[in-house]
């Protein structure tokens, strides 16, 4: 080899070397930034339960329905700059449930399906509740379901059974978060109904319980909070439920609820709110067509919410739309051509049948207006993630529900 080809190809050996160096300073320098990197003043992490992709193109049909198109109209969350896609299988189902689905978003940990903030070996998981909590973060937690299930028990309590719904209250005091909300709470008394009332051991604890947003009005507790519906004193409040007995009108919806969460925790302070549409879910187990729509609605006025005090803080505020799993396996067509017939959603126009049970005659009833369900129970399809804000290009792309935690928490 002459003289001259072994200069070039030491010269070219070099430059490999310099670049490769070059790439690791550089690597080493934005894992420095990363680590750097603050995360958004006030954060709104915003979980559909069962909602995915489907579910929310339904309700995105309907609206365009309603608007006389075929489509075009969107939910407020739809329309958030990043869309990225999250993977939600479990530590022991590649078909999760929403505790294990709730720890891994909460904690950035799997878990088996059922345990709830804890891993396998029942070790206890921190949440991004309190990893925010111990950064100075006033934390709010709650849900148009029942404060102590799944979801939301999975930012503050450490169960190896979802179940255990009286000892899952038990751990709000423990938190020292400032704001609990939900539609009441399971086992008020207890599973055998023989403990003591679950608020008065709240309120021996510190936490002021309101029954209303009327009661959290004339509140002058600034400890600590648990709002809970009127219509739920001292009564347990019931699983599964998503037919209200009271006048909608007269309810707190959840959008309601988050603003007086912003409210009471105030923006002089920054705050961490994890907030639930659990009902959705509900409606998808009963194939429930008409009440899923309607729970996705009232999900996307907490949305709203949170998107109009993002208009105030653009550059502090990060909000994460996304859901713990896919429940019914939802298909916008079923077995009638190309045409989804929203005539008659609103008034149920599908004769009842004394044969079917409730849930097959929503699933009867959905099929006649060409919706159609797979399943009754979650499904192992990957659900969406929307993001607006401080921090939002990270939920950009393919993501597992693991990443979440490191993406708010910014660890």
Do not use: W
């Given at each position: 080899m002459s003289r001259l080809k072994k200069t070039l190809l030491y010269v070219s050996a070099a430059i490999v070397a310099l670049a490769a160096v070059g790439a690791i300073f550089k690597d080493d320098a934005t894992a420095k930034a990363r680590k750097k990197e603050k995360p958004a003043k006030y954060i709104f992490v915003m979980i559909g339960d069962g909602m995915g992709a489907t579910q929310v193109a339904a309700a995105e049909s309907?609206?365009?329905?309603?608007?006389?198109?075929?489509?075009?109209?969107?939910?407020?969350?739809?329309?958030?700059?990043?869309?990225?896609?999250?993977?939600?299988?479990?530590?022991?189902?590649?078909i999760t449930d929403s505790a294990a689905s709730g720890t891994a978003i909460a904690t950035g940990n799997k878990t088996n399906n059922h345990f709830l903030g804890v891993a396998p070996d029942g070790t206890p998981l921190k949440s991004m509740a309190y990893a925010m909590h111990e950064k100075g973060y006033?934390?709010?937690?709650?849900?148009?379901?029942?404060?102590?299930?799944?979801?939301?028990?999975?930012?503050?309590?450490?169960?190896?059974?979802?179940?255990?719904?009286?000892?899952?209250?038990?751990?709000?005091?423990?938190?020292?978060?400032?704001?609990?909300?939900?539609?009441?709470?399971?086992?008020?008394?207890?599973?055998?109904?023989?403990?003591?009332?679950?608020?008065?051991?709240?309120?021996?604890?510190?936490?002021?319980?309101?029954?209303?947003?009327?009661?959290?009005?004339?509140?002058?507790?600034?400890?600590?909070?648990?709002?809970?519906?009127?219509?739920?004193?001292?009564?347990?409040?019931?699983?599964?439920?998503?037919?209200?007995?009271?006048?909608?009108?007269?309810?707190?919806?959840?959008?309601?609820?988050?603003?007086a969460a912003i409210d009471y925790l105030g923006d002089d302070e920054p705050f961490f709110i994890m907030c639930e549409g659990g009902e959705i879910d509900w409606a998808a187990h009963d194939n429930n067509i008409t009440e899923m729509i309607d729970a996705i609605s009232r999900f996307d006025e907490a949305?709203?919410?949170?998107?109009?005090?993002?208009?105030?803080?653009?550059?502090?505020?990060?909000?994460?739309?996304?859901?713990?799993?896919?429940?019914?396996?939802i298909t916008i067509g079923s077995d009638k051509g190309y045409m989804v017939d929203w005539n008659g959603i609103e008034n149920d126009s599908l004769p009842a049948d004394k044969d079917m049970n409730e849930k097959e005659r929503n699933r009867a009833f959905s099929v006649a207006h060409n919706i159609g369900w797979t399943t009754f129970d979650h499904t192992g399809a990957p659900v969406p993630v929307y993001a607006i804000g401080k921090g939002a290009e990270k939920f950009a792309g393919r993501i597992d529900n693991t990443d979440i935690y490191g993406k708010v928490v910014c660890e």
């Open positions: 309907y609206l365009s329905y309603k608007a006389g198109k075929l489509g075009g109209e969107q939910v407020t969350f739809t329309r958030f700059p990043v869309l990225g896609l999250c993977t939600t299988f479990s530590a022991n189902s590649n006033n934390v709010g937690i709650m849900s148009s379901v029942p404060v102590n299930h799944a979801t939301p028990g999975a930012f503050y309590a450490h169960r190896k059974d979802r179940n255990d719904y009286y000892e899952i209250s038990l751990e709000i005091p423990e938190s020292n978060f400032e704001f609990f909300a939900g539609s009441g709470i399971l086992d008020f008394n207890g599973k055998k109904g023989n403990l003591e009332d679950i608020d008065k051991v709240l309120e021996s604890k510190g936490y002021d319980v309101c029954y209303g947003l009327g009661e959290l009005a004339e509140s002058d507790d600034e400890s600590g909070v648990v709002v809970i519906p009127a219509s739920q004193k001292k009564e347990a409040a019931l699983n599964y439920e998503i037919e209200h007995d009271e006048d909608p009108a007269e309810e707190d919806r959840l959008g309601e609820v988050l603003e949305v709203a919410v949170a998107y109009e005090f993002y208009l105030e803080h653009p550059d502090e505020t990060l909000i994460v739309v996304t859901a713990d799993h896919e429940t019914g396996g």
